[in-house]
C-alpha cells in the first residue's frame, strides 16, 4: 500500500511563493509518474503538473505554465510543487497522485489527502 502525504500548503499573498512536497511511503513508485492536482472551492479537481520517473519528462496545464515548477527526488521518494506569481484563482487544495499518462484522475492509481493553498489579494 503506497500512502502520500501533501506539505507546505499556506496562506500566502498574491505575487507571493510557495513550494509543496509530497512524500510517498509503503513502496518505491518505480516508473510511476507523479502528479498534482487541485480543486478550487466549487470547482472540480483540475490536473495542475505531472514528472516522469526520471525526471526527464514534465507536462503542465496551460494556466500554470512559467509559473510552477514539478521535480522529485526519487532517492527521498518525495515530489515537489515550486509555485511563483501565485493568484487568487490558484487557492485551492492541492492534491499529490501518483500514475498516468494520461494525467487525468481515473488513471490515477495513489491519491493523497490535500493542502490547503489560500491566496490572498
Known amino acids: 500500500q503506497v500512502q502520500l502525504v501533501e506539505s507546505g500548503g499556506g496562506l500566502v499573498q498574491a505575487g507571493g511563493s510557495l513550494r509543496l512536497s509530497c512524500a510517498a511511503s509503503?513502496?518505491?513508485?518505480?516508473?510511476?509518474?507523479m502528479d498534482w492536482f487541485r480543486q478550487a472551492p466549487g470547482k472540480e479537481r483540475e490536473f495542475v503538473a505531472a514528472?516522469?520517473?526520471?525526471?526527464?519528462?514534465?507536462a503542465y496545464a496551460d494556466s500554470v505554465k512559467g509559473r510552477f515548477t514539478i521535480s522529485r527526488d526519487n532517492a527521498k521518494n518525495t515530489a515537489y510543487l515550486q509555485m511563483s506569481s501565485l493568484n487568487s484563482e490558484d487557492t485551492a487544495v492541492y492534491y499529490c497522485?501518483?500514475?498516468?499518462?494520461?494525467?487525468?484522475?481515473?488513471?490515477?492509481?495513489?491519491w493523497g489527502k490535500g493542502t490547503l493553498v489560500t491566496v490572498s489579494s
Open positions: 497522485a501518483a500514475g498516468g499518462p494520461p494525467f487525468a484522475m481515473v488513471h490515477m492509481d495513489y
Open positions: 509503503g513502496r518505491t513508485l518505480s516508473k510511476y509518474y
Open positions: 514528472v516522469s520517473w526520471g525526471g526527464s519528462s514534465t
